[in-house]
């Protein structure tokens, strides 16, 4: 119980990239369970299926149905693999995860509003090596689907800040800084993620920014206004999900170290 004088926090439970299939029934479910504990949220950083079928949704569902708190997801790259990607979501929503796309939740926990804004994102590099929306219809396309996720994502964590959150937290698939991409190959980063990602964060500001796709990335980062992000893939964090803990002060310096990794 948190004392009077202590400033109450909210536990983020955050795992991406577990690529399930059926024969990975019930591996994540025993460590998901002990998420009552010592969560007070679970976000999935999208690559939950292999090849993007509802056969896998199906299993991804079954992991997180008894997780005890609520759970919130993006979807990822595997995900959309089949084409498959809206029966793959209602699955979830079946479940009861709430998925995101260009979209946001509120979330009550010990008597704040916490609030995260989702969106899978897309490729285009970063600063000093990113595509331009120029040329044939093809680049532009490829530039305009990053920019109008960014744009998305902007628009779900200005409806937080409306909401009045105390916490605000941008998921999203592909990475807003290459920061945490750190032991990929360089070569890659432009399909990795997009700076377009970070600027819609610093526009409206946010205390966490959670991302997957890295398998061969670093967990921490951050983007050039303050706001720290994190790679959860479970390559990079090496278990079921890691754990950080925010306060919910309403006035949180971002360049402060909000979290405690901790994990089962």
């Given at each position: 119980?948190?004392?009077?004088?202590?400033?109450?926090?909210?536990?983020?439970?955050?795992?991406?990239?577990?690529?399930?299939?059926?024969?990975?029934?019930?591996?994540?479910?025993?460590?998901?369970?002990?998420?009552?504990?010592?969560?007070?949220?679970?976000?999935?950083?999208?690559?939950?299926?292999?090849?993007?079928?509802?056969?896998?949704?199906?299993?991804?569902?079954?992991?997180?149905?008894?997780?005890?708190?609520?759970?919130?997801?993006?979807?990822?790259?595997?995900?959309?693999?089949?084409?498959?990607?809206?029966?793959?979501?209602?699955?979830?929503?079946?479940?009861?995860v709430t998925v995101l796309e260009g979209t946001a939740t509120v979330l009550?926990?010990?008597?704040?509003?916490?609030?995260?804004?989702?969106?899978?994102?897309?490729?285009?590099?970063?600063?000093?090596?990113?595509?331009?929306?120029?040329?044939?219809?093809?680049?532009?396309?490829?530039?305009?689907?990053?920019?109008?996720?960014?744009?998305?994502?902007?628009?779900?964590?200005?409806?937080?800040?409306?909401?009045?959150?105390?916490?605000?937290?941008?998921?999203?698939?592909?990475?807003?800084?290459?920061?945490?991409?750190?032991?990929?190959?360089?070569?890659?980063?432009?399909?990795?993620?997009?700076?377009?990602?970070?600027?819609?964060i610093d526009s409206e500001g946010a205390d966490l920014?959670?991302?997957?796709?890295?398998?061969?990335?670093?967990?921490?980062?951050?983007?050039?206004?303050?706001?720290?992000?994190?790679?959860?893939?479970?390559?990079?964090?090496?278990?079921?999900?890691?754990?950080?803990?925010?306060?919910?002060?309403?006035?949180?310096?971002?360049?402060?170290?909000?979290?405690?990794?901790?994990?089962?």
């Amino acid at each position: 119980m948190t004392a009077p004088s202590e400033t109450p926090v909210v536990r983020v439970a955050a795992v991406g990239d577990i690529h399930l299939g059926p024969d990975c029934r019930g591996l994540l479910k025993p460590a998901f369970s002990v998420l009552p504990e010592c969560a007070d949220l679970l976000l999935l950083a999208g690559d939950l299926t292999r090849h993007g079928t509802a056969e896998e949704a199906v299993v991804v569902s079954e992991e997180v149905a008894e997780a005890g708190v609520p759970v919130v997801a993006v979807l990822g790259n595997h995900d959309y693999h089949s084409g498959q990607e809206a029966e793959l979501g209602r699955v979830l929503e079946d479940a009861g995860v709430t998925v995101l796309e260009g979209t946001a939740t509120v979330l009550p926990v010990a008597g704040h509003k916490v609030g995260v804004a989702g969106t899978k994102g897309f490729c285009g590099g970063f600063v000093g090596a990113s595509a331009g929306e120029f040329g044939e219809p093809e680049m532009k396309a490829f530039v305009r689907t990053t920019r109008r996720s960014a744009d998305r994502l902007a628009g779900a964590l200005g409806d937080l800040s409306a909401a009045g959150c105390a916490v605000r937290i941008a998921l999203t698939h592909f990475s807003p800084v290459p920061d945490t991409l750190a032991g990929e190959p360089l070569q890659i980063y432009p399909f990795l993620g997009s700076y377009l990602l970070a600027e819609a964060i610093d526009s409206e500001g946010a205390d966490l920014a959670v991302h997957g796709h890295a398998h061969l990335g670093t967990e921490h980062g951050m983007t050039a206004g303050g706001v720290r992000v994190r790679n959860v893939a479970q390559p990079v964090i090496g278990r079921a999900f890691t754990l950080y803990r925010l306060p919910m002060d309403g006035h949180l310096p971002r360049a402060a170290p909000p979290e405690a990794r901790t994990g089962p």
